[in-house]
Every structure is written in structure tokens, then in C-alpha cells.
């Protein structure tokens, strides 16, 4: 295992701590972020599923009590907005931060300190966002939050009149500020990641070459950069709405609750693919790793994925076919919407196909990424028969709908993020999870997961509503509710199962090593967990599935990358070439990417203006919640400090020379 | 060692390797962020269109607008992108003197801007047009005001540069990415007037 020998003198006075809190607040370490990421939308995970918990206890009979109905709707919004903005996108994020630049060959981000930035706001959003529960009541107007619910006080034949069942609705200027914290944040992400991919390969890493998860992950960054902003508008407005007293959806001052619906949609659909796609791309690499086959269909996967991206964009209609847009829109969202299913298909015929003929070792993560195509096929099919208008009439807002969208992003995103973390987690932590274990939360999860969501079809079709507190007995609803209930228990003791065998996994797991799944990508030719600086020399990259290809045609070792060497040999790393190029600018984030050579690897220093950006801006948005102008003026002036702080201050950075990697 | 024929798949890289600077990245970087600061626009621009027929017991567009004032502003703004043009020419030549000489206008110029929105919007409100009398006003100010932000923010990136350069009295190559970041972001609000100018005041004033 590599270890850093030596730092050089000479650059800045640095006080540097290899772990403690303060290590992890002044980091710009792309893996550290990224398993700030993890750790912090794991927990948000098991936040919202305690929320849902509760959901399933109060729906388990009929006319229960469990909790209030005031109660029950604040409990399915903050669980559809934990889930989707807290656990499920940052669980994504963070695997793109710590994988993405080993998949590359980078040694960091493009803008590491941005990335910090990114986290740190990230976690603000999420804090605001709940902070509701103990400061006035959560949202609770759905994580969708449509007008005119979402303005509270509304004006209906000149009597002022509160729309929203809350006691006081405090809850949507919290989900009104609370996202746009983390909407900055996300979309700082987007655009950190996209140079990083563009800019930052090592060399012979051509697009075409790239491993699928990056491609993923370029088009999930495109996605957010363009689709963010019309929420970020929209959230605009309604904090406007909600604070200075505007009427943009507030019919009585000329408003248009419609204007919510567009612009949330607009964002929301592109949201559901920024939330798929990284499964996506952990589902491209576990197959073939686990399948001794490079993935079938390359150019056709990385064309479905942006044709996934670009349809996305213009099907956002289909959410709203019964607020009666009439036939002719219906139609043309209807037709856009399946079309979608032509790529989909295409990926997922592709996965089967790299399976078939393959050498497959069913591990835990390979289990996870069967159990996504099972279910996310299930999905995907009730997807298309939501996408036909006329049955939408019937599903909509029903459990049906529950069930899709469950079995996209349980049975779709959060198993591929499972595969994920089984098959990740030992270069992540450098100790193996426990497979007999893993197999166990695995079955658990997966027939939990199925017992508990499958029924809401029918509940559906039945005509139970999403969203009711409750339901009389006299409804033949009694049965499938109660096996529903019934299959969380079983998914809560996978979860429990999980969580142990991580706790054993950190105490006393086995030693990973580089390479413990007979790896086809670059992240499996470095130590693990992975050195500061990454790669002790810039890899030369010679094909798809780089270390595969070393495997097969080289030495079974990554060639350094020598400038003009025609022929490269197997050096030891850190080896003389390429002067340090202008790096060390304090740009936003511009840090130096050095090669590695005779001073070492230049390294971005750790800093805490991130952090201290993060609660400038966190102090303006409770002033702002509060309406108190104060203490808005004074975190927005931090805010702005500190803002320029980032821009100008130089940052020189410091070398650390790699040791030769073992073996 | 077995190669095989197909290089697309398999080979050492062709062309040479270049490694991206960090003025690059940061370049590259700004120029997403506008691409998103875009949609954000359109955003409000589409909200503006949707709601601005609404002006209830408020003032309508077109007895309130005043193009003079507008034209003026518009006029004001153009030309702060000319002088910043210049200033990043001198700065990619390293020109210390030059760079003072085209940046403090352009920082004025942006202030004369936004001083005229203020006045404008303070004329406004005098009339009777508030952001909670219609919808009108709301999308009017909001969009409006959004972009003056815009500027706002502009000239405080331009001071923040002129204070930069002015402690190290030089302009260094390394420095020219700042400029050109800068000029970028002040050329998108000016191309964002231009819209705004023609969707809001000369469609306000003749449709």
C-alpha cells in the first residue's frame, strides 16, 4: 500500500491533521467529499425510511390513529423530499466524487475546493429543510408542493382563506429555502464534474473510451445544469409569494397555479433521470465485472444514455395530463414519453445481453444488479401505462402511482446503489463486506421490497388515493395495506442486516486489496482505500476497460504516461517528466493538477472557506425564513466575503511524493 | 505483445496529450454556469410572458414605460461591454495601465446602469406599480430586478479585479483568465439586456 513518505517545505505554513473533525471540514480531498456524501445521505436515508415507517404503521389498518393527519402530511412530503434530494441524488454524488476521477485517471476534481462547497451546502439545504420539524412544522404539501396549497393564505371571492391544513404552513418556507440551499450546491456539482470529465482524462482515456459511469455521469451533470435553474426560478417566486407578499400563484392578484406545475415539472422530469442515471452507470460497470465480459453495445449504451437525457426534457407534460391541457398536448406528451421506453429497452437488453455467455459470480452486488433489472422492468411497464393519457385519468394520484415511482427508485435506483456499495466499499474502506451477510440483507431487501410496493397496484387500481391519512373499513382496502405494512417489516430487517454488516465490515473485515473483484477499470489499479493523490503516476490509458486490457495484452500493471514516449515501459511512478505547468493558481477552485515528477504531486490544501461560506449562506436563509432583514443583510455580506475570498486567495498548494506501489 | 488492429478500441493514444490548465477548467467552468444561468432566465422571462397581461388595478406597460429612460440605460450598458472588450485586450497584453484605463469605466458605466434601474423602479412605484398590486408588477420587478442583480453582482466582480490589480500594480499572463472570466459573465448580462429590453419594454410599448 502506497503511503505518503515525505511533504516538501517551501510552499505555505499549513497546520494539516490526517483525521480529527477539522480534517474532514477544511477538506477538498474528492474521496473525502465523497464519503462525506455517503455517510450523510445514508443518513438522511434511514430518516426518511423511519418517516415512511411510520406512514406504513398508520396505514396498516383501517381508521388508525398512529399519528394526526396534520402529522401524516407533513410525514409523506419530508419522506418524498428526503428520499429524492437527502439520500438518493447525494448517495449518487458521492459515488461520482470518490469514483469518477480514479475512472478518469485525475488526481482530483476539476475544482476541488467548489466540490467541499458543493457538500457543504448540500448538508445546509438538508438541515434547513428539516429544521422545520422542531421550528414551526416540516413542509407539507407534497414533495411536488403545488400551488395554490404551497402559498397558504389565499384570497377566494375577496375572503382571505389558508388552503393549507398545517397549523401554520411554516413548513413550505423551509422547503422554499431549504432546496435552494442545496439546488446551488447540486448545481455546483454539475458543472465541477463536467469540466472534470472533460478536461481531466488521463491520457488515451478518449470518450468513446470512457467507462459507462462517467458517461453517466457527464450526462446527469448536463442534465442538472439545465434543469435545476426552472426550479430555482420557481422556488424564487414562491419564497417571493410567501414573504414579500407577489402573487404569482395566487389567482386573486392575476397568478396562475399552472405556473408552479410548468416550471416544477420542467425541472422535475429531467430530476427523475438525474436520479436514475448514476444507477445506470453502476449497473454498466457491476454487470461486466461480475459477468468476465466487457459490456455489450458500448456506442449504444452511451447513445441511449443521451437520448435518455435529450427526451428527457420534453416529456415533463405527462405529470399533469388531468389538470386538462386538452387531447392534442396529451397526445404529444404521450407519444414523447413512451418513446423513452426505445433507449430504456435498448439498456436494458444490452445488460442481459453482457450476461449472457458470461463467466456470472452471483456476488451480493451482482445480486443487487439482477434485482434491478427485475424491478426496474416492473416500473418501467407501469411507467408506460401511465404514460396513456386516458388510463392516467384512473392511476392518477393513485397508489398506482405509488407503486411506479417506488419501483423506480427502490427497486431502480437505491438496488443499483446497493450494487454499488457492495461492489465499491472495499476500495472505499480497503476492507471487504461480508457476502454471506450481504446475501442476507439482499433477499431480505428484495422480498421486502416486493411484498410491500407490489400490492399498491392493485390498491391502486382499486381506487385508494395517495396521500390519505387514513381509509374507512367498509373499503376492501383492508388486506393489501396490511401485507404492504407487513413486507416493510421484512425490508427494515434487511436494512438492519445491512447496517451490521457494515459495522463489521469497519471493525474486522477482511483486507480488500487493489483489485478484489478481478476489476476491468482504472479505480482497481490503485491501492485501496485510495492514496491522496490517486495515481502515483498518470496512467497511460490503451483501451476500453483500461486495467482489463493491461491484463490481457500488458503485465497486468497500468503503463506510466511519459510525454512523446512512442513506446512506454514500466516505470516505477513518480518518474521525471512534464515541468510543472502554471499550476497553484487560487482561482475558484483553480487548483494544480501537477503529473507527478521529481518534486512530488502537487496537491490543492485543505481550506475551511467552504465551510464558512456554507453558513454565511445558512445564516441568510434563516433570516430570510424568519423575515428578519438583519440577519439576511449580514449572512448574504458573509456570503459575499467570502465569495471573494475564494476567488483571490492564492492558493499554493503543497507536493507529496508517492511511494512505489507494492507488487 | 498482441495488439490487435482495431486502434478505436485499442492503442496508445494518437495526437499528443495535453493537460488542462487550471485557467481552462476555470474557463470551461464559467461557461456552464452562464449555460445554467440561461435557463434561469428563460425561466423568468417565461413566467413574465405568462403573467404580464395581468395588471388588474395596476398600471399597465404601455402607460408606464418610458423608453427614453430604457434607451439611455440600454445605451449605457452596450457600451460598458466595448470598454470591456478593451480592458481584456489590455489585459492579455499584460497592460497594468491599460487594464485601470477601460476597467474603472466599465465598473461606472455598470453602476450608472443600475443607479437608472433604481430610478426607473422608484419612478414605477410612485405610479402605483408595487410587486403585490398585480402580477404584472411582480413578474415585471422580479425579472427585471433579477438581471439589475446581475449587474450588481458584475461590477463588484470588476472592482473586486481592479482592487486585485491595483495592490500588485501589474497584470501577470497568469491573470488573464480572470479577465476573461469576468468579461464573459459581463457580456451574457449585457446579451440578457438585449432580450430583456426587447421582450419587456418594446413589446410592452407596441403589443
Known sequence: ????????????????????????????????????YLVTSLCFFFIGGLEAFLMRLQLATPDAHVVSEVVFNELFTMHGLTMIFLAIMPMS????????????????????????????????????????????????????????????????????????????????????????????????????????????????MTPMRLPLFVWTTLITSVLIIFAFPAFTADLFLLTLDRLFGTGFFNVAQGGDVLLWQQLFWIFGHPEVYILIMPAFGIISEVIPTYSRKTIFGYSSMVFAIVAIAFLAFMVWSHHMFTVGMGPLVNSVFAATSMVIAVPTGVKIFNWIATMIGGRIRMTTSMLFAVGFLVCFVIGGMSGVMLAVPPA?????????????????LIGGALFALFAGIYYWFPKISGRMLDEHLGKWSFWLIFIGFNVTFFPMHFLGVEGMPRRVASYPANLDLRLWNAVATFGVFILTAGLIVFLANLRKSLRSGQAAGADPWDGRGLEWSIPSPAPEYNFAAVPLVRGRDPLWVEKTYGDGHMIPYVPGGAAPEAEAGGHGHAAAEGHGEGGPGGEGHGAGHGHGIHMPNPTPLPFYLAIALTVAAYGTIFKVPEIMVLGLLGTFFFVFRLIYDH????????????G | ??????????????????????????????????????????????????????????????????????????????????????????????????????????????????????????????????????????????????????????????????IYVFRKKRVDQADAWRFEAVSLYWYFVDVVWVVIFTVVYLMGKVG
Open chain 2, 1 to 162: 505483445m498482441i495488439e490487435p488492429s482495431h486502434s478505436g478500441e485499442f492503442g496508445a493514444p494518437r495526437g499528443t496529450y495535453h493537460e488542462a490548465t487550471p485557467a481552462e477548467n476555470n474557463k470551461l467552468g464559467i461557461w456552464l454556469w452562464l449555460a445554467s444561468d440561461c435557463a434561469l432566465f428563460a425561466s423568468l422571462i417565461a413566467t413574465y410572458l405568462s403573467l404580464h397581461g395581468q395588471t388588474l388595478a395596476g398600471p399597465g406597460p404601455k402607460q408606464l414605460f418610458d423608453l427614453r429612460i430604457t434607451v439611455t440605460a440600454t445605451f449605457v450598458l452596450l457600451c460598458s461591454s466595448m470598454t470591456m472588450g478593451m480592458g481584456l485586450e489590455a489585459a492579455q497584453r499584460c497592460d497594468y495601465r491599460g487594464v485601470l484605463r477601460w476597467l474603472i469605466p466599465t465598473a461606472v458605466l455598470g453602476l450608472a446602469f443600475v443607479g437608472m434601474q433604481v430610478f426607473e423602479f422608484t419612478h414605477y412605484v410612485l405610479q402605483g406599480l408595487t410587486l403585490q398590486v398585480s402580477d404584472f408588477g411582480a413578474s415585471f420587478f422580479t425579472l427585471v430586478g433579477f438581471h439589475g442583480l446581475h449587474v450588481s453582482f458584475g461590477v463588484a466582480w470588476i472592482t473586486s479585479l481592479l
Open chain 1, 651 to 662: 492558493d499554493p498548494g503543497h507536493h507529496v511524493l508517492p511511494e512505489e506501489d507494492a
Open chain 1, 93 to 204: 454524488i458521492g459515488f461520482i466524487n470518490y469514483m469518477v476521477p480514479l475512472q478518469i485517471g485525475a488526481r482530483d476534481v476539476a475544482f476541488p475546493r467548489l466540490n467541499a462547497l458543493s457538500y457543504w451546502l448540500f448538508l445546509a439545504g438538508g438541515l434547513v429543510l428539516n429544521s422545520g420539524w422542531l421550528l414551526g412544522g416540516a413542509a407539507n404539501a407534497g414533495w411536488y408542493n403545488y400551488a395554490p396549497i404551497n402559498i397558504g393564505q389565499h384570497v377566494i371571492n375577496g375572503v382571505s382563506t389558508n388552503l393549507n391544513p398545517g397549523p401554520d404552513s411554516m413548513g413550505i418556507t423551509f422547503y422554499a429555502i431549504g432546496l435552494q440551499l442545496a439546488g446551488i450546491g447540486t448545481l455546483m456539482s454539475g458543472v465541477n464534474f463536467i469540466v472534470t470529465i472533460v478536461n481531466m482524462r488521463a491520457p488515451g
Open chain 1, 1 to 36: 500500500m502506497a503511503a505518503v513518505t515525505e511533504r516538501l517545505v517551501g510552499t505555505a505554513p499549513r497546520t494539516r491533521s490526517e483525521s480529527g473533525v477539522w480534517s474532514w471540514i477544511t477538506t477538498v480531498d474528492h474521496k473525502r467529499i465523497g464519503i462525506l
Open chain 1, 392 to 408: 392516467d385519468y384512473q392511476f392518477n394520484d393513485s397508489y398506482f402511482l405509488v407503486a411506479h415511482i417506488h419501483y423506480v
